[in-house]
């Protein structure tokens, strides 16, 4: 987890620029979860109501990119993750306030009732068509075709069974995944790593992460056949998919560290039939 900077301990410039939206603050809770921001919190306002806070130090390169990614993206993804209200770049600091979700992270878990809520907003996720960079004022949003991302870790001629039209998340796991307390929505948050591919990807990966939460592979593979996408992918784009994840994951960790991981991948082999 990176470094989680407190709300008095933000510049007061900052501070001020924030409240003259929102009204005073009157608390702030940190949240622990994330990797990728240095400020992450639950600010409640006098006006607002709560908002979620995100940010980073404009110093961060790498931080500065997947948060404007999430702020470019923002009205692609509407009803899909929450809306962003304000955004802030003062004080050497770059921040997002979201809507905040009144929630929880979803249950994966053998037994879950949350499953069908995430079908539900992950099938919304299926028609994000994305076949142009879109404009977003100063800037231009794009995002690599899952292939680049790949690039490394693919045999020659393999790169065109992974190119598709769909914008993906690409990391769907259950601290991305919110569901709401009134409603019991499931919201998919932290778009900061999107790709362009095929529609079935989002699903296969949380398919993993359900027999990572101790889903069988039976029952997971059963809630993935619930999307066409996946009763229609090309077998050997699965198959390039899922080798070149595991020779990605390999590399980071490790063949040991890996082979957990890379196991519940290979249970995607062989679906569809």
Not at 11 to 27: D, K, M
Not at 47 to 76: H, Y
Not at 197 to 204: N, R
């Amino acid at each position: 987890m990176s470094e989680r900077v407190q709300w008095e301990e933000l510049p007061s410039e900052l501070r001020n620029a924030v409240e003259a939206r929102t009204g005073p603050v009157i608390t702030s809770e940190n949240v622990a979860e994330g990797l990728n921001c240095s400020v992450a919190l639950v600010v409640h306002t006098r006006t607002s109501g709560p908002l979620f806070l995100k940010g980073v130090r404009t110093s961060d390169a790498a931080g500065m990119v997947g948060l404007r990614c999430e702020e470019q993206i923002n009205e692609t993804v509407a009803g899909i993750s929450p809306t962003i209200l304000y955004r802030f770049e003062v004080g050497g600091w770059f921040c997002l306030a979201f809507i905040y979700v009144d929630g929880r992270h979803a249950d994966l878990s053998p037994g879950t009732e949350d499953l069908a809520a995430v079908a539900f907003t992950m099938g919304r996720m299926q028609q994000l068509i994305f076949n142009e960079p879109l404009p977003f004022g100063r800037f231009t949003f794009t995002a690599p075709q899952l292939a680049e991302r790949f690039a490394k870790f693919l045999n020659p001629g393999e790169a065109a069974a992974l190119k598709g039209t769909n914008l993906l998340h690409t990391d769907a796991n259950p601290h991305n995944i919110m569901i709401g307390d009134d409603c019991g929505d499931a919201y998919v948050v932290d778009w900061a790593m999107p790709a362009i591919g095929p529609a079935w990807v989002d699903p296969a990966y949380t398919a993993v992460r359900l027999m990572e939460c101790g889903q069988t592979p039976s029952d997971a593979l059963g809630w993935l056949g619930g999307f066409a996408s996946w009763r229609q992918a090309d077998p050997k784009a699965v198959e390039v998919f899922v080798n070149a994840t595991c020779r990605h994951w390999t590399a980071t960790v490790g063949e040991k560290g890996a082979e957990p991981s890379n196991a519940r991948f290979r249970h995607l082999l062989g679906f569809p039939a």
